[in-house]
């Protein structure tokens, strides 16, 4: 009975190569987050849908893209990965996004760079 | 601009030992404050919320508390158990979003 699910668990790419990462929920909340936790550090994000409304966070390097074609889903997409772009991506959920609700993560996906 | 620090960065202990994980916020202005569970190479466990107009939340042998005007929430665990051992993190939400700022975790081993 997962509810935020991430695909793949682990993901290699080559340098340069695109890659995106997949993050699906059965909860029909409506708003979606992808953090970046690199290793030893904090989770950090990267932006977040509000339904369809896309909130980009002002540090984001442009390499990052994401989509939401539906309410379930919602894509990272790394146009160009740098070495530096190896880390755990984690998905989130909230009912309405408000700070007294809480979030629901996906297990992440660990992507690293050849 | 919101911090959240958390101390000790790492802590070991016996099995069976009480234990008191540490997390501070710099803005008290928080509506409430979450601790994750997070195994190696894994992603986020939920713990515990507390609300802001909360001071304590339990579930089974963990306790967090949250005093908000001196910016502190402490998360006790009883009876430490080596199935314990992970890294333990400590979230408040930020502006109107919900976007959660992290502390960077405590990495606590727990020795049979």
């Known amino acids: 009975d997962a509810m935020v699910i991430q695909n793949p668990r682990y993901q290699v790419t080559q340098f340069g190569k695109p890659v995106t990462l997949s993050c699906s929920q059965t909860?029909?909340?409506?708003?979606m987050y992808w953090y970046q936790q690199k290793s030893s550090q904090a989770p950090k994000l990267l932006f977040h849908?509000?339904?369809?409304?896309?909130?980009n966070e002002a540090d984001t390097p442009d390499n990052f893209q994401s989509r939401r074609p539906n309410t379930s889903f919602c894509f990272l997409d790394i146009r160009s990965p740098g070495l530096g772009d190896a880390a755990m991506y984690l998905c989130?959920?909230?009912?309405?996004?408000?700070?007294?609700?809480?979030?629901?993560f996906g297990d992440g996906t660990r992507l690293s760079i050849l | 601009k919101q911090e959240v620090t958390q101390i000790p960065a790492a802590l070991s202990v016996p099995e069976g030992e009480n234990l008191v994980l540490n997390c501070s916020f710099t803005d008290s202005a928080i509506y409430n404050l979450q601790w994750f569970r997070q195994d190696p190479g894994k992603g986020l466990t939920s713990l515990l919320l507390i609300q802001s107009s909360q001071r304590e939340q339990t579930s089974g042998r963990l306790n967090a508390s949250l005093d908000k005007s001196s910016g502190r929430s402490t998360l006790y665990i009883a009876a430490s158990q080596p199935g314990d051992s992970a890294t333990y993190l400590c979230a408040v939400p930020s502006g109107n979003t919900g976007k959660l700022i992290f502390g960077q975790g405590t990495t606590l081993q727990v020795k049979p």
């Open positions: 909860l029909n909340h409506n708003v």
């Open positions: 989130a959920t909230s009912r309405t996004g408000q700070s007294n609700q809480p979030q629901h």
């Open positions: 849908y509000y339904d369809k409304d896309f909130n």
